[in-house]
């Protein structure tokens, strides 16, 4: 993979991760994070990527800090370099 680009399962994967470590619904994340159902889940499948805005709204609904969803991201890209 080019180390230059960000893989869209990694992020999918490190959300759904933290969704369900939290014990939430995509529906209700969905919810709480003003974005569409399809939407979160194409990021979680890693089809869509998210933006800076809809990261932002995922870790406020998960009332976690975005630079933890970054820190996770990190973590799992470095074990695959």
Known sequence: MDKTTLDPKTVGSVIADLR???GVSQEVLSGFADIARTHLSAIERG????????LYRISAALEIKMSDIVLELERRLGETQ
């Open 47 to 54: 089809e869509r990527k998210p933006t800076l805005e809809t």
């Open 20 to 22: 369900r470590k939290k």
